[in-house]
């Protein structure tokens, strides 16, 4: 599965930015899909998946209640709505796919190519 992420840009602390990412290649309901985020200097981490029907999700703890993961697999797309975002969000996004269960944040293997996001402070 070939994965593209889209929809970051520069946001002031407060606001919010929607990203999609497009799946191609393979029907994207056969993977667990998940949002991750790199911060300069720092390891990726997880922010958030969802299971293959959608029904169910994980987030990480400082973006509950702030940020929201769903799918379309009609559309083959997922999507990360985040409000409120801080200085601390800033960080290249990427989404990526997994065959296995959307808790086994270690398994995901299929990447797509990161979008940026940049909160002001």
């Known amino acids: 599965v070939q994965l593209q992420a889209s929809g970051g840009g520069l946001v002031q602390a407060g606001g919010s930015l929607r990203l999609s990412c497009a799946a191609s290649?393979?029907?994207?309901?056969?993977?667990?899909m998940g949002w991750f985020r790199q911060a300069p200097g720092k390891e990726r981490e997880s922010v958030a998946t969802?299971?293959?029907?959608?029904?169910?999700?994980y987030y990480k703890d400082s973006v509950k209640d702030r940020f929201t993961i769903s799918r379309d697999n009609a559309k083959n797309t997922v999507y990360l709505q985040m409000n409120s975002l801080l200085p601390e969000d800033t960080a290249l996004y990427y989404c990526?796919?997994?065959?296995?269960?959307?808790?086994?944040?270690?398994?995901?293997?299929?990447w797509g190519q990161g979008t940026q996001v940049t909160v002001s402070s």
């Open positions: 969802i299971s293959k029907t959608g029904v169910s999700t």
């Open positions: 290649g393979r029907t994207m309901s056969s993977y667990s």
């Open positions: 990526a796919a997994s065959q296995a269960s959307y808790l086994r944040l270690t398994l995901y293997n299929y």
